[in-house]
């Protein structure tokens, strides 16, 4: 049974209109998962992941008529189910081009002398010739950032479906953070947390997990053990019906010293404080900035990362980006992710920008206080 559209699709129309695009060619895993309102699982993922695949899927949103799919026979089947675009097109996998198809659909709607959205930076250069080549008249141009202005403002049927990624994540959380041991692996307990995440529904789920003593947090999760008073720092995405769920909860193993419950009342104050910040009409750059000084004029050394970002279908880092560049303003109906952290004190939470102050959409762990394991 073909699934409900939840994109913006008024937005969409209105940008379309007021940058003259006459029809968008999606390729990215967050365009073509947007507007196609499904997402592939596994193999079929990595290909859409890939620039270079052999079988790579597209849709072709014209901003009159209907929208058009472009896959292979592999990749044909989950759509005709899931997808609520109902004209899939099939082409040959590895003999024929998906872009040399598409180039014959935007013929047949009569747009091969308009103007097409393209992402220009997802297709490669070669895809990019092949497809202005087969397009000579037409405006071929790019659409990233349209297209990340489109998806930025949530329906409510999309803020519904991240509500329900959250919850999905904390439960495995809830389930799994309590148990850990000392004596356990970061590789046991990351495991667990993947296994309690797919079993409760989601679709995949990624991230990372350490000691507050491994000094490589972004290496993998390895054989190094838990002690107590060690800190579990946890950054995991988990996604249901493509979409994320995306926090990270402070974690320590056994009971806190009173110097571990003060340094994360510090932490914890300072995050809140800059979630507060996030109003509609702030510029991305002053959320990163906001948080960066309050951690500096704490005393702690150091610098944050990332403040935060925006989240959406198939990938959970989008735009607005909330790092010293950052050019866009906040608006309502955005939903970012918050986590202004120096080292291992992460904690993150996914919010609703509105009129009034930010909605949290996984209210179900309280950050009062740490977690506390063991």
């Known amino acids: 049974m073909a699934g409900k559209n939840i994109a913006n699709i008024e937005r969409l129309n209105k940008l379309m209109d007021e940058n003259g695009f006459s029809a968008v060619v999606a390729r990215s895993g967050k365009n ?8 592939y699982p596994g193999t079929l993922a990595r290909h859409l992941d890939f620039p270079d695949s052999p079988r790579g899927v597209l849709v072709v949103w014209p901003r009159q008529g209907d929208p058009v799919l472009v896959v292979n026979e592999i990749a044909a089947p989950l759509p005709r189910r899931d997808s609520w675009i ?3 097109q099939v082409y040959d996998g590895y003999a024929e081009s998906p872009y040399a198809r598409t180039a014959d659909i935007l013929k047949e709607m009569g747009l091969e002398n308009k103007k097409i959205g393209a992402e ?28 990340d202005r489109v998806r930025w403002i949530k329906t409510s049927a999309e803020v519904e479906r991240l509500q329900k990624g959250a919850n999905l994540l904390d ?26 995440c797919i079993r409760r529904g989601a679709n995949w789920a990624h991230g990372i997990l350490n000691t507050s003593r491994n000094n490589v947090a972004y290496g993998g999760e390895g054989d190094m053990v838990f002690q107590s008073g060690d800190i579990i720092r946890n950054d995991y995405v988990s996604y249901l019906d493509g979409y994320p769920g995306h926090q990270s909860r402070t974690v320590v193993v056994g009971e806190p010293s009173r110097e571990l419950i003060e340094t994360y009342k510090i932490h914890r104050d300072i995050y809140r404080a800059t979630i507060d910040h996030c109003r509609p009409g702030v510029r991305a750059s002053d959320v990163y900035h906001f948080a960066n000084n ?12 990332l403040a935060g970002h925006g989240v959406g279908a198939w990938w959970h880092q989008q735009e607005p ?49 740490m977690l506390v394991a063991g």
Request: charged share 25%; with cysteine.
């Open 321 to 369: 980006y909330m790092v010293p560049s950052g050019k866009h303003n906040l608006e309502k109906g955005m939903v970012v992710a918050l986590e202004p952290h120096i080292g291992h004190w992460h904690l993150q939470d996914m919010v609703l920008i509105t009129d009034d102050a930010p909605l949290l959409l996984s209210p179900l762990i309280n950050t009062d206080e």
């Open 32 to 39: 073509f998962t947007y507007l196609a309102g499904f997402a």
């Open 171 to 196: 439960e495995a959380y809830l389930d799994v953070f309590p148990t850990v041991r000392p004596g356990d692996t970061e590789r046991d307990v990351h495991s667990r947390i993947i296994e309690a």
């Open 294 to 305: 309050a951690f500096n004029d704490a005393g702690i050394e150091g610098k944050v990362a």
């Open 86 to 88: 109902e004209n899939i």
């Open 120 to 147: 220009k930076d997802y297709l490669s250069a070669l895809q990019w010739e092949e497809l202005t080549s087969l397009l000579p008249k037409a405006k071929v141009m790019d659409c990233t950032d349209m297209m």
